[in-house]
């Protein structure tokens, strides 16, 4: 990956690109200013081999904001390094802000009325006429949609000079499938002398392009309609649009639009609230709030539909208010919500992190007399179990079993996903044995078997967890990447390296791709091998990711210098997924550690670690606090930050800089019940070292000393 750098002072201008816009909406270009900074170590121009660059942090940390001036030197290291990181390795784009919600109802001059944005009545359906000669066409049709000639078929019950009538083609029109044989028999009516073909044919064989996602064919035959002076109407615009969303080519859908206005044609709320979709998977709802107030002017009462769209783009954005404005526009309007409102909200609601409002909405949708689906049950098990409300998932899964709501293996692994991720061993065990009774129409898949392998795993139980694995193998249900990752996990931890070559191995075999999780994995079991282990380890490493097989041995040669090691870091950072690189850089610290490295590398490691953002918020200084934020390292990586904390310190006393009473250290306390948190291990490395940390009564996993007792315990150990 090629990487470009500029002078500090630089900045760089990159417009917003905004897809076409409504024509009643304005909107405004923005721009966003980029900082690049020099990547070169700030210790000195050329590091020898023998030096260790150091953590510098003599400055109070401040809120990141965006700015057209370079960062002052008042900010923290992690936050000056930001823009840097941002420059050097590749992230995700981040989110825009909410929009403006309307606070109160929108007026209209009743003498000056606004032009409506839409018809308020639904453009009308041809009606459905008897048809005596319906069962010799269904016969027709099924013998066209089994005949691998069509042509040779429609010339067979065709004769020239008989052609269908006009009923009848449109009947077969809207049976063929695939969507080939339907485009086919319209070219066939069109090449008939003298047939009346209209719009509604066209649209017929429009709906079968859509449901085929076949966006090109429906470019061109709406392409053929307007040549032909066909006119188009609602349902055509409305077919398109969605046809286009559902293909994802929203830039196409809002052209095809606008296209509607300019020809004076005004949109049905069927259009209207699709186009609303439109903007919502572009993510502007900047758009999608002023066109739906624009059309509530107008006179429209939406439907359970737009809301659904109002309350999923609300959702994704985790936006509580938005959610909290399509509920009251619902009641207002005195909408009832179906099922899949229901469902659309309160997967909405849990995105919002408002496990409670999701529970009222669940508990208003059974009141109302609607008997939940598998989808609502999944997402409400999911928000449960990301708030930690393990009592709350277990009654729901209760109420499903005696109220016989449907569950299927989806909703099951959920909460077996669940109970992984609590720590829930005796009810996943349950739930998995259920699954496996012959009554039931489910049965364990590789998910169920990962989640229940990431269980015993958690709670240190290798031989069960090695036992289910090879049931799963017997039971001829294909192991997943995720399943080996988590056994080989464990089966590390246990000092089992033998075990988890063999579970690697075995995965190869069974054509298993290794991700950038496993190699993580396989790292952090390197970390943990004894004498004699390791190489069997890099060797699995070696076949999948070899580089990092290379950077390990880089780190462990005394004469490879640092300039090195951080090309080839950056390298690695770079070619990794961006929620793995955290992970890569700990358990390099861990190894550096723990295998007997020369001492400055794990050092060096974390140096490179906040160079490149991967710690953002590592350190914190206020008037009053100083503070280690160690929640996201790992062991090895947390003692090495305390290290490095220790030596800024000191750097601090000589520089004669003014003290806080008080420092603090947050390790986080670990909401796994089987896990341990980093908190007990580095409790004991603080009693190792004597230091003068202890734990806060008031907030477990955090340990707070005074200025006076760390000063005097770092003279008395000549730090």
């Known amino acids: 990956m090629a990487l470009i750098y500029a002078s500090p002072a630089s900045t760089i201008s990159v417009p917003h690109h905004h897809p076409q816009r409504h024509p009643f909406i304005t909107t405004t270009t923005t721009t966003t200013t980029i ?257 739906y107030e624009r059309a509530r002017a107008s006179g429209w009462c939406p439907d359970a539909v737009a809301f659904a769209v109002l309350g999923k783009m609300f959702g994704e954005a985790g936006d509580y208010d938005g959610i909290r404005y399509v509920l009251k526009e619902m009641k207002d309007l005195g909408v009832k919500p179906n099922v899949v409102v229901y469902n659309t909200l309160i997967e909405a609601t849990g995105k919002a992190g408002k496990p409670g409002l999701a529970r009222s909405l669940f508990d208003e949708m059974v009141a109302a007399g609607l008997s939940p689906n598998e989808k609502t049950l999944t997402s409400l098990i999911k928000i449960y179990g990301k708030a930690r409300w393990s009592r709350d998932a277990l009654e729901l899964w209760e109420r499903m079993r005696t109220n016989k709501w449907p569950m299927d293996f989806i909703l099951y692994n959920t909460l077996l996903s669940m109970c992984a991720d609590l720590g829930l061993e005796d009810e996943a065990e349950k739930l998995f044995e259920d699954m496996k009774r012959p009554a039931r129409y489910v049965r364990p898949d590789s998910w169920s078997y990962t989640a229940m392998i990431n269980i015993y795993g958690s709670g240190g139980n290798p031989g069960r967890a090695m036992q289910l694995f090879e049931e799963m193998l017997e039971s001829g249900v294909e192991p997943n990447v995720m399943s080996c990752t988590c056994l080989i996990q464990c089966l590390g931890k246990a000092g089992r390296i033998e075990d988890a070559a063999r579970v690697f191995h075995t995965a190869l075999q069974r054509g298993i791709q290794p991700d950038d999780r496993l190699c993580g994995c396989l790292l952090s079991v390197v970390a943990l091998c004894k004498e004699g282990e390791t190489d069997m380890v890099l060797a699995c490493l070696e076949k999948a990711n070899g580089r990092l097989v290379g950077l390990v041995k880089m780190l462990g040669e005394e004469q490879v210098s640092f300039d090195d090691v951080k090309d080839e870091f950056r390298g690695i950072m770079n070619e990794a997924a961006v929620d793995v690189r955290r992970p890569f850089c700990n358990c390099l610290i861990d190894i550096c550690r723990n295998q007997g490295f020369p001492p400055r590398r794990a050092n060096e490691l974390l140096y490179l670690g906040t160079l490149y953002g991967l710690y953002p918020g590592l350190h914190a200084r206020k008037s009053d606090e100083w503070s280690l934020n160690l929640r996201s390292l790992s062991v090895g990586a947390a003692k090495t930050a305390f290290e490095e904390w220790m030596k800024s310190l000191i750097s601090s006393v000589e520089q004669e800089e003014v003290l806080p009473q008080s420092f603090s250290i947050h390790t986080g306390s670990g909401t796994h019940k089987f896990s341990q948190g980093l908190a007990c291990s580095f409790t004991s490395h603080l009693k190792k070292l004597a230091a003068p940390f202890q734990q806060n009564v008031e907030s477990s996993g955090s340990f707070v000393a005074s200025k006076e007792d760390l000063l005097s315990w770092l003279q008395s150990c000549n730090c």
């Open 35 to 291: 900082f690049c900074h020099s990547s070169k170590n700030p210790s000195s121009s050329s590091t020898s081999a023998t030096q260790t660059p150091t953590i510098p942090n003599n400055n109070p940390t401040t809120t990141t904001t965006t700015t057209t001036q370079t960062p002052s030197s008042s900010s923290s290291l992690s936050d000056q390094l930001l823009p840097l990181s941002l420059t050097l390795l590749t992230s995700q784009p981040t989110s825009t802000s909410s929009p403006p919600l309307p606070s109160k109802p929108t007026w209209v001059n009743p003498s000056k009325p606004r032009p409506s944005v839409l018809s308020l009545r639904r453009h009308s359906r041809r009606p459905f006429s008897h048809n005596p000669s319906l069962r010799p066409l269904s016969e027709l049709s099924r013998s066209l949609r089994l005949s691998p000639d069509l042509p040779s078929a429609l010339s067979d019950a065709f004769p020239p000079g008989q052609p269908p009538s006009r009923d009848d083609a449109l009947f077969l029109l809207n049976s063929l499938r695939p969507w080939e044989k339907s485009l086919h028999f319209l070219h066939f009516l069109k090449s008939l002398p003298d047939f009346p073909l209209d719009t509604i044919f066209y649209n017929v064989v429009l709906k079968s392009l859509r449901s085929a996602r076949q966006w090109p064919p429906v470019e061109r035959l709406a392409s053929e309609m307007i040549e032909a002076s066909v006119p188009l109407d609602n349902i055509t615009y409305s077919t398109i649009i969605t046809a286009a969303k559902r293909c994802r080519r929203f830039d196409d859908a809002l052209s095809w639009f606008e296209r509607m206005y300019r020809t004076g044609l005004m949109p049905d709320e069927v259009t209207y609230s699709a186009v609303l979709d439109v903007y919502a998977h572009l993510g502007h709802r900047e758009e999608v709030v002023a066109l």
